[in-house]
């Protein structure tokens, strides 16, 4: 019987089609907002956060990384307290807080809506391992507004996290701010 394709051609068709599922499972900015300055005293600089420069280009996300067993993601610090740089409450609960319980944010990509709301993940960073839970979405779609404290929008791989998560990491205070780590579902 004759073959209709030839062996390279077949490779040539693997090739493309490992290229074609590869390029669907990056996370390409979707968008970039202009920044504006913040009006004075309206941008909470706790925490390291950053404020919107006038003018700048911020990339905006509706994806993330894809999720495997141990995703790769990069951990930042936030207060969920009234009054800190999270901004209102949680999105998940509408509640605010304490600094001293082990809650995050994930970004837009990974917060899908909603669906991780309340649930548990485990982070794993400087030799350690702790479990929190979601309350919050980091938006990556949105930011340099009132709504967003005149914050940038989030990067599409973070972990957005309170002070207990970085105190049960054994990360000094001196380290706090940002981290790679890797996570998954609890």
């Keep these: 019987m004759k073959s209709f394709f030839s062996k390279g051609s077949v490779v040539a068709i693997l090739l493309m089609a490992i290229f074609l599922v590869s390029e669907a499972q990056q996370c390409r900015p979707s968008g970039r907002i202009r920044g504006r300055k913040p009006p004075p005293g309206q941008c909470n600089k706790e925490d390291d956060s950053d404020c919107c420069k006038a003018g700048k280009m911020y990339p905006t996300y ?20 009234e009054g800190g740089d999270g901004g209102g409450p949680s999105e998940c609960d509408g509640q605010y807080h304490d600094d001293n319980t082990p809650v995050l944010a994930l970004s837009t990509g990974w917060y899908n809506g909603g669906s991780r709301c309340l649930k548990n993940i485990r982070i794993n960073g400087n030799g350690q391992s702790v479990v929190a839970m979601v309350v919050d979405e980091c938006d990556s779609t949105e930011g340099c507004d009132a ?12 972990v957005d996290a309170s002070k207990a998560v970085w105190k049960a990491l054994g990360v000094s205070e001196d380290n706090w701010g940002g981290l790679d780590i890797t996570w998954s579902d609890a």
């Design 147 to 158: 709504d967003h404290d005149y914050q940038p929008p989030c990067p599409n791989n973070i």
């Design 62 to 81: 509706t994806c993330s990384p894809p999720m495997s067993g141990n995703t790769q993601a990069y951990l930042t610090l936030n207060s969920f307290e």
